[in-house]
């Protein structure tokens, strides 16, 4: 008979689970205090058959769980293409493996079932588990959070969603669930995208949960990230002035990261249009991040973009004292063509459309670092084709652009600022 406990941890999840396992995986985020098995499927919803065999699977030679099996629950809207299963319209039991969301199939009628869905299986679960189970209702908090932001569904001053509400579902849930309602004062500097993906700062206060703090403060844990990034920028950079420009995805992303919080420029940098680049301030250093990408250009579109750059490049060196053009949206879209999910798909086919080629001929002959000498791609950019990257991924370029740091440097100082972070 099995008598031995289960020492690792169980943590489920959609993609965020997935995003997880990468982050721990890149050192993007600190150790878990606990060894723990992570099972993320995109889409994945909370009703899944492959959760209970998954645990079936994973208890089948242990009497007790050393670990409650943690769960980050996602959109109650995931695999909603089960409604028009016959299998499960005639038992009520979802048999085969859904995922994501159908969009034609959102109404009130059908929310309300996906709803009762995932209830019954989160006290399936329940029992399965003999109750040793924390549920993250993260998505229904982060949703709830904008649409309270945004005004909707308001009724006198008063927020009632026709089908879901976090107090409701809380107060349903409460031996089992994470009370999550101070995400609704701060909800906008924990995600980053349409996702709902945890920014970083949201991943660490994730992190301190799964470490079962008696209770995560969670403004302390942003006013924290916000004083200890703070500090380690100005550690790592000097006074001088840094200008950051270009029409690329990164200068875009770079952008609302720092309007959202996700991340903190030092006092004496700038983010401009490349207009005002050229006509306004100089600055000690420029960071020009070119859009140009090469993928499904031809030759003749090539040599054009690389033109359009030498042109800029001479108007950037005259106005400032120092330049560096840095090709991420085209390194990053190459970099991710060595994912299997995108493997092959963003390369250029012409060989003076590759990153390194066209940093030879438009990069000034003193810049220190380029693009292509980023050591670790999978730390520096999201999980997904939109080129977002990660704070990692931002922290690695400056410092090696304007620091002329390291990649070991880097890694030494982050993981300082994270661990910091997280104590």
């Not at 909370?46 to 994973?58: G, Q, T, V």
């Not at 349409?194 to 969670?218: F, Q």
Request: hydrophobic letters at 40%; charged letters at 25%; proline letters at 4%.
């Amino acid at each position: 008979m099995p008598n031995n406990p289960l020492s690792e941890r169980l943590i489920f999840g959609p993609s965020h689970s997935v995003r997880l396992k990468h982050a721990l995986a890149t050192r993007q985020l600190p150790e878990l205090s606990v060894p723990s098995r992570i099972i993320g499927v995109g889409g994945m919803p909370i009703w899944n058959p492959r959760i209970s065999k998954e645990i079936a699977i994973s208890t089948s030679n242990h009497e007790v769980l050393n670990h409650e099996v943690f769960f980050i629950v996602g959109d109650f809207r995931f695999g909603n293409a089960v409604l028009k299963d016959p299998v499960f319209k005639a038992s009520g039991r979802p048999e085969k493996v859904y995922l994501s969301i159908d969009k034609e199939l959102i109404n009130e009628e059908n929310d309300r079932m996906m709803l009762d869905l995932c209830q019954s299986a989160i006290e399936s679960l329940t029992q399965q588990l003999n109750g040793k189970l924390r549920l993250l209702f993260w998505d229904l908090s982060i949703r709830e959070y904008q649409n309270r932001a945004t005004g909707r569904y308001q009724d006198l001053g008063t927020y009632r969603h026709p089908v879901w509400n976090l107090h409701d579902v809380l107060g349903q849930f409460a031996g089992v669930a994470i009370d999550t309602q101070d995400i609704l004062k701060v909800g906008e500097r924990l995600y980053i995208d349409s996702s709902a993906h945890p920014s970083l700062v949201g991943w660490l206060y994730i992190l301190k949960l799964l470490r079962r703090d008696e209770r995560v403060d969670l403004i302390k844990t942003i006013q924290t990230f916000d004083h200890l990034l703070k500090r380690l920028l100005d550690k790592v950079f000097a006074k001088e002035t840094v200008l950051i420009t270009g029409d690329s995805k990164f200068a875009r992303a770079l952008h609302f990261f720092v309007q959202k919080g996700h991340f903190q420029l030092p006092a004496a940098w700038a983010i401009s249009p490349l207009s005002r680049a050229i006509d306004g301030a100089a600055f000690d250093h420029c960071l020009f991040f070119p859009a140009l990408c090469t993928y499904g250009l031809g030759e003749a579109e090539i040599s054009e973009g690389v033109e359009n750059v030498i042109n800029i490049r001479q108007k950037l060196s005259v106005k400032h004292k120092r330049l560096s053009i840095l090709y991420y949206d085209n390194w990053a879209y190459e970099s991710i063509s060595k994912r299997k999910d995108f493997l092959d798909k963003y390369h250029s086919k012409y060989t003076r459309g590759l990153s390194v080629n066209l940093e030879l001929v438009t990069c000034p002959r003193n810049q220190a670092y380029k693009m292509s000498d980023s050591v670790d791609f999978e730390g520096m950019i999201e999980l997904n084709n939109f080129l977002l990257p990660t704070p990692l991924g931002i922290f690695e370029i400056f410092c090696r652009s304007v620091a002329d740091l390291s990649h070991e440097q880097v890694m030494a100082l982050y993981s300082d600022f994270v661990s910091g972070c997280y104590s």
